[in-house]
């Protein structure tokens, strides 16, 4: 029997049945799904979302397919089709766009410049994100703090502003000692200064775990990525720890998965000619480096949540879908410069 099923499996996959595809793999919004706790009438409200989400997915879906295609046309048509998303995405307000979910569909195409030059740039270089674009929207900046013990990187949403007081603050990667994981938290309070109702603590918005390489083997790296689940309305579920030992970090080491989705990225796949493992970045990636990477889910590797990777020795493509928002993603590429990783 186990034979016969796998079969018939393989079958959905085929166009034969079409209801179970689109589940699949038109609506990716749906791996992402954990509920979270919205206490109104839960149960009926969960229903009808997904569905509006796939309609919504049907239309976007057309003009990304080509997206990949269209790279090669660049000069003539470029304008209108090298990069399809570009018009959809306005950055009216800085703030709430770099915490807001990429919209289903969409894919944000974006690129990291790092900064060394400058006295203490060596060792602190500043880390710019801006959107891909013709217009080149400026969205964070990171760098690393000069004082911590452990690797901080603070994320601010002034390219010259940088310091943990200003309101540009938006965000802050935090390492533990070893440098092999990280967690992302978003501009609220520290628990000890939370108010009476917790509703000013930080959220944690992302945590990364890299496999360190024994015995200094420099094979591809194994990152696991850790994000809070998406509610019925598409929202990201608020994970507010209370202390070290709630985090996201914590919970996924306990296997406590509630609200808490894993990734992972996407194994490169060894090539004989080049002799060096290889991940398909469909002309988005020109330099090979042990730092590009695609982050995708276990159900579904064929959608990426995120790729990073090197076109230039100071410049980096970052791309990133549903449910990432520029935050995540940029932290997340953030953790991968950090310098303890054994990986290296």
Sequence with gaps: PPAATSSDEEDDSDASTKPIRSEKKKNPASLFQTGGDPPKEKKTKKKAPPKAAESEEETPETPQKNSNKKGKGKKSKKAKEERPPSPVIEVDNLEEFVL????????????????KKGMDRGLYPT?????????????LAGR???????SNYLISIDPTDLSRGGENFIGKLRSNLMGTKFTVFD????????????SNVRQELSAVVYETNVLGFKGPRKMTVIIPGMNADNERVPI??????????????????????????????????????VL?????????????????????????????????????????????????????????????????
């Design 280 to 344: 398909n970045f469909h002309g988005r990636v020109t330099h090979a480096s042990v730092k590009n990477f695609q982050i995708v889910h276990g159900s579904d590797p064929d959608y990426i949540v995120m790729q990073f990777g090197r076109v230039a020795d100071d410049a980096f493509t970052m791309d990133y879908n549903y449910p990432l928002c520029a935050v995540q993603a940029f932290a997340i590429a953030l953790s991968s410069f950090d310098g303890k990783l054994a990986c290296e």
């Design 100 to 115: 807001q979910p990429a919209p289903q569909g969409v894919t944000i195409k974006c690129r990291v410049t790092r900064d």
């Design 240 to 277: 507010r720890p209370r202390n070290d030992n709630d985090g996201l970090l914590m919970r996924w080491q306990n296997k406590n998965m509630d609200n808490v989705i894993e990734l992972h990225n996407k194994a490169p796949v060894w090539n004989d000619e080049t002799q060096s493992y």
């Design 127 to 139: 880390y710019y994100l801006h959107l891909d674009n013709d217009k080149k929207v400026f969205l």
């Design 187 to 198: 501009n609220g309070a520290n628990p000890d200064r939370a108010n009476a109702n917790w």
């Design 144 to 150: 690393k703090r000069k004082k911590s013990k452990t």
